[in-house]
């Protein structure tokens, strides 16, 4: 215990007899943990901005299915199980959010144009806030109940209709039956969304209303659960199989969106590539900074070691000056990176690469995501990795022949 | 000037160890960035290529306004004689004919609405890629034929077959109704279901008459063969319009802004990441130029002192490190070059990559390629840093005094 005090502070002095050469090193090693970590922290900001878009969209983190539905979207494909007892199964069993929808094609058609949409068949209660629309400032109204009349469309989709709030569309699509299924609609409100393609694709009405229209009783085409974390979603998968039993398909936000849920991989494995990629290059430094703090200093190593200091102990000093290094700069790096992140919180304006971002499925704000376990990752692996490499500088301090050492010029 | 080079090629070697220290943190870096640059400059100009010759072409004619509002009515006038007209002027290039509208599209038992492309099937696969993705039957061949072809999933959810007839409902141009049956001759299967399920094709003819376009269509596309050169045939087509008719010429940035802009927010933050590098390599190579000026204080001051003037040998300190950064450069381009080549014959994969690569019409493995450009652009920069970070040391020797210099020890 004594003796580590004591290489401490060797280490420590050995570290400011040249101070140009330490504080250089010092400055890289900040640069590259602040590069570490604040880099980290935007492309985590990235891929949970879309994550985020992502779940809004589908949404939730766990969909319940027809089992065919997915490959045929259509009105044929219903779950297998009443709007009622889906209501009766899930309203007790204590998740965060849930809903039932109606979720089918059809045709919009103003008296100008007409589109291919998705038609939203939605309760406007029990989904409020879960879903895209209801973040964003709505012209007009949203939909106020199950049994509401009007149909609440994309802004751009109104563009591209010609049509405004207050006139009528008409909804197309087709009934269980193969018959074609139509109904008149007042456009009561106009959506904004982050991803554009929302506002062309999607139109909400009355969950009641729609399945009037499609001429079916109590029946949805999807159910979604939201938790609480969308990284640890098996409790709730658990529980809505266990709700659902085998009468339907209960599928994970990442086996449905298998491009979000590969894109949150990939992250995670390049966060780690990153991080070594930096220290890689951080470590030339590092080690000719050792080797040319042993180098200077052989003449003293040999009368420390000619004085009795045992080998093990060489080695340690110089090991611990390498990590007082790496410390202080990943210390000073971590504070840096945490406060560039401070005045970016609210989000980085990014709309001038905004299509860009659209086809990646971002939206055109980037909110930075500094997590804990991303700065420990970093500091560890520096660490460790500093460890590494300076054994082979130490080694050659440790080992040198006392007599020869001290006579060396 | 020989003696100069000679004695810091010498000085070079004096301290092996930390010249190839250094020289290694630039050959990392230049390996990395030969290797990512190829790698990212392969990527973009596949993504675009794809991308476009999948069906957007290099450059639409259309009319004005139709950009961003898409509507049935804002028309290219007598669009067959048009295309004929550039077809005879442009023989470097493909040019076609298009029109788009919307229909809901029923078989007997199942409708979509779906958007309707009237395409010219003599030239379409000269500017699209949809004709070779044929699965099954064959592509439109008459101009005035009832004949449809359709995506793979579209027809899985239609429920259909070759030789089965789908009903077409839409509306015309006028806004009248619009309908027209027909045969489906072929099925093409993209891989991507929500393309298949998001295009069909018909004969421009048919089209012609079913919407009441009165020979008019909606977009003329021209497909240069690649992106180079596209501005001056911009500019080229938009002389070559009839005088009659006001028309707008869009390339393929205006055509598809997500295109360009992703791949300016992939190249903004891959230019941080290699920013970062470079600037880590310049500290060492600061640390380490530092490191030997200082050492040789007493041997500068013996040389001043016999007449050599500062000057030179702040230009011995550049020398000594534009060596050094001219064998970075040549090593790190060169086992950079030979990696990149390993892979433009292996092909380069990252576990979890399909998913994001197919949203970008890439492949699942990269093949990317050596140029001059890759080659050099990295490890270029790389070098005017590693100068930049010698002149700080470079410059100290200008202050200095013989006498004290040849005192210290």
Redesign the interface.
């Known amino acids: 215990m004594h003796m580590i005090a004591i290489l401490m502070r060797l280490a420590w002095r050995n570290l400011w007899r040249n101070h ?2 330490t504080l ?2 010092l ?2 090693i900040t ?2 943990a602040w ?1 570490m970590i604040f ?1 980290t922290a ?2 985590r900001g990235m891929v949970a901005e879309m994550v985020r878009g992502g779940i809004s969209a589908l949404p939730g983190h766990v969909q319940v299915h027809h089992p065919d539905y997915r ?4 009105i ?1 494909n219903l779950i297998p199980m009443s709007d009622s007892e889906l209501s009766e199964r899930f309203a007790g069993a204590g998740f965060a959010a849930w809903a039932s929808r109606v979720r089918v ?5 103003s ?7 998705t038609l939203l068949g939605v309760d406007p209660v029990s989904e409020q806030g879960l879903t895209f629309v209801d973040d964003n400032p709505v012209e007009g109204r949203f939909l106020e109940s199950v049994d509401d009349a009007g149909v609440v469309i994309g802004k751009k989709l109104a ?2 209709l ?1 049509t405004q709030v207050g006139k009528r569309v008409v909804l ?3 009934d269980p039956d ?1 018959e ?1 299924a139509d109904r008149g609609f007042r456009v009561v409100g106009l959506f904004e969304a982050d991803i554009k393609a929302f506002e062309e694709n999607y139109v909400f009405a009355g969950k009641a209303t729609a399945q009037k229209m499609l001429r079916i009783t109590d029946q949805v085409s999807e159910l979604f659960v939201l938790g609480s974390d969308h990284r640890n979603v098996d409790e709730v998968y658990d529980k809505t199989v266990e709700l659902i039993g085998d009468r339907a398909e209960v599928m994970r936000w990442f086996d449905i969106d ?2 979000l ?3 949150l ?2 992250m995670d ?1 390049f966060v780690f590539v ?1 991080i070594i ?2 220290f ?3 470590s ?2 590092l ?3 050792l ?2 703090a042993v ?1 200077e200093r052989v003449r003293e190593i040999g009368l420390m070691l000619a004085l009795g200091m045992r080998p093990v102990y060489i080695l340690g000093q110089i090991v611990v000056e390498s990590l007082l290094l790496l410390a202080i700069g990943l210390a000073i790096g971590s504070a840096l990176s945490w406060a560039a992140v401070q005045p970016i919180k609210d989000g980085i304006d ?1 709309s ?9 499925g971002m939206s055109n704000m980037l909110y930075p995501e500094l997590l804990l376990s991303d700065v420990i990752l970093a500091n560890v692996v520096v660490l460790v990795l500093g460890f590494l490499a300076s054994l082979s500088p130490a080694w050659r301090a440790a080992h040198y022949e006392p007599i020869e050492a001290i006579t060396k010029v | 000037m020989n003696l100069v080079f000679r004695l810091a090629w010498r000085n070079l070697w004096r301290q092996p160890r930390r010249t190839w220290l250094t020289t290694g943190a630039m050959m990392f870096s230049n390996m990395l960035l030969v290797f990512m640059i190829s790698l990212q400059f392969g990527m973009y100009s596949l993504m675009i290529d794809n991308t476009l010759q999948a069906f957007t072409g290099h450059l639409q004619i259309q009319a004005p306004g139709y950009i961003d509002d898409k509507k049935m009515r804002q028309t290219v006038a007598d669009i067959v004689p048009l295309a004929e007209s550039l077809r005879a002027e442009l023989t470097a290039q493909h040019v076609a004919a298009r029109a788009t509208g919307f229909a809901l599209v029923s078989s007997e038992e199942r409708s979509y609405g779906i958007a309707v492309f009237g395409v010219e099937p003599e030239f379409e696969d000269d500017v699209s890629t949809l004709p070779g993705l044929i699965a099954e039957g064959r592509f439109l061949r008459d101009n005035e034929a009832a004949e449809i072809v359709i995506g793979a999933a579209l027809a899985r959810n239609l429920r259909v077959a070759l030789g089965d007839e789908l009903v077409l409902l839409g509306s015309g141009r006028d806004g009248s109704f619009a309908a027209g049956v027909v045969k489906l001759v072929g099925i093409f299967d993209s891989g991507i279901a929500d393309f298949d399920r998001s295009v069909t094709e018909i004969p421009l003819g048919f089209f012609q008459d079913m919407f009441y376009m009165n020979g008019s269509g909606h977009h003329v596309v021209i497909n240069a063969g690649g992106i180079d050169g596209v501005a001056a045939l911009q500019s080229r087509v938009g002389s070559l319009l009839p005088a009659g008719q006001e028309l707008a010429v869009h390339d393929w940035d205006a055509l598809q802004p997500g295109l360009q802009q992703a791949i300016k927010a992939d190249m903004s933050s891959a230019f941080f990441m290699y920013g970062i590098l470079v600037i880590l390599v310049a500290f060492s190579v600061l640390n380490t130029q530092l490191m030997s000026v200082l050492e040789r204080t007493h041997e500068f001051g013996i040389v001043l002192s016999l007449g050599l003037t500062p000057g030179r040998l702040g230009r011995l300190v550049l020398l000594e490190t534009a060596i050094m950064g001219m064998l970075g450069l040549l090593l790190g381009a060169l086992l950079g070059g030979l990696l990149t080549y390993w892979f433009s014959i292996n092909g380069f994969a990252y576990p979890g990559m399909e998913e994001l690569a197919a949203k970008f019409n890439l492949p699942a493995r990269f093949f990317p390629q050596v140029s001059p450009l890759t080659l050099l652009i990295g490890p270029g920069v790389v070098f005017i840093f590693t100068i930049l970070a010698a002149l700080y040391p470079a410059l100290r020797l200008q202050r200095l005094q013989p006498v004290e210099a040849m005192r210290a020890v």
């Open positions: 140009r050469r250089i090193m400055m890289a640069l590259g590069a880099m935007l492309m490959d045929d979207p259509s044929a094609p059809a045709v919009i058609t008296e100008y144009d007409s589109r291919g949409v563009t591209t010609n197309m699509s087709q193969n074609i298998t491009y849920g590969s894109m991989k990939v494995g990153w990629v930096i890689l290059a951080l030339f430094g080690v000719n900074t080797v040319m180098f990014v001038i690469v905004g299509d860009g971002l659209d086809m990646w």
